[in-house]
Structures are given as C-alpha cells and as structure tokens.
C-alpha cells in the first residue's frame, strides 16, 4: 500500500512539473489587433528605404503594427523586421529590432542573449545593442523609462519556414543580469515582409540579367 501511495505521489508531482515548465515555455499573448492584421497589411505597410548613394537599401516592417503610447506615440515594447538588400547582388541580411522599455535600472539586455524559435529547435544568438538611454535611467532618480533599442540576425530559409508556421515565431531576450522578455513576431508580418523584398530585388538590374538568362532571354 505504501509503495503505491508513494508511486501515485512521485507521478504527482512530475506532472506539476511537466504542467509548470509547459506553462513557463509559453510565449507572450500578442494584442488582438496585431494578429488580425493578414500578410496583404504588412506588405502594404513595408517601408523599402532607398539611397541612390548608399549600396545597400532596407525594406522595414516598423510601420506595420505599432503599439505607442504617450503624446508622441512612442514605441513601448515593440518589434519589426528589416531586410538589407545589396542592390549589386541581391544578398539579405535580415534581422528583428525590438524595443524594450522599463522601470528601474538599466537591466543590459544589450550585453546578453537573445533565444529563438526554429523549425527544428531553439537557437541563441548574440543580440547587437542599437542604442539605450543609460545616461538618464537611474533606479532611485529615473526622469524617464529605461529603453533599449536590440537587433539579431535570422536566416532567410528559417523566415521562410515561420511565414507558413501555424502560430506566430517566439523568442525571448536574455539579460546577464537574469532577466528575461519574451515576446514574438505573427506569420503575417513575416510573410508580408518576404513578399516586399522579393519584389524589390526583382528589379534589381543582376537579378533581372539573372532571370533573362535563366530563360534563355
């Protein structure tokens, strides 16, 4: 009898477990309003940011979805994606900016990691710092939130498998001083963003030269 309380015991409390860390890998609820926003949205809204003398040209998600909050619509916690197209080439780094802000003291997300989903298993990268008002951020005498402003590179054979994935793509950033923020990108915005570039380096003299060739033109 004993064995068997004991045994019922131990199940118990490896389903808790298994029910709390469930619960714990759950991504951020994303606002009604950003998921009802189809691809057609974010391709309509993608903004391709062109310098005839630079040689390389952005194609931005920013206006997309905003959250913004204030007099001057400030972005809170928000994130977008970027494409940097070689105009020469057609290469793509793509990346996610996010945007943190807080109470408190600077918490260094900058300094740290960032984990993200894949169509196999997690992935942490190293997060690149675009900028933080640390210079005003205090924790006894804040005139004003925390922010920092991240950037991580994704592939684009991995954004490919996300745009058609059937929730939106989860991952979390990771400060060394033990925090963490998770949030997440919707399909939608993925694709919406795949489909400006891909019409963007459609009229990029090589591709195009590429394209003749291919062919037979």
Known sequence: MNKTRHRLLALTVISGFAIAGAAAAETVKLPAK??????EHFHAKAQVLDDPLDIETVVSTERGFQTGKGVFRSPANDNHL????????????????????????????????????????????????????AGQCFLFEAPELCREELAFTVS???LRKLAVAPSAWGFKFKSDKGYEHR????????????????????TLPALQAKADTAAGG
């Open 34 to 39: 950003q998921t009802a926003l189809g691809v």
């Open 156 to 158: 684009e054979t991995e």
């Open 183 to 202: 949030t997440a990108i919707t399909p939608a915005e993925i694709a919406g963003l795949l489909k400006a570039v891909d019409g963007y380096r459609a």
């Open 82 to 133: 970027r494409a940097v197209v070689d105009k020469r080439t057609g290469s793509t780094r793509f990346e996610v900016r996010q945007t943190l802000t807080y109470q408190g003291s600077m918490r260094g997300y900058g300094e740290g990691a960032v984990a993200y989903q894949t169509s196999a298993f997690p992935v942490q990268a190293q997060v690149t710092k675009i900028r933080d008002n």
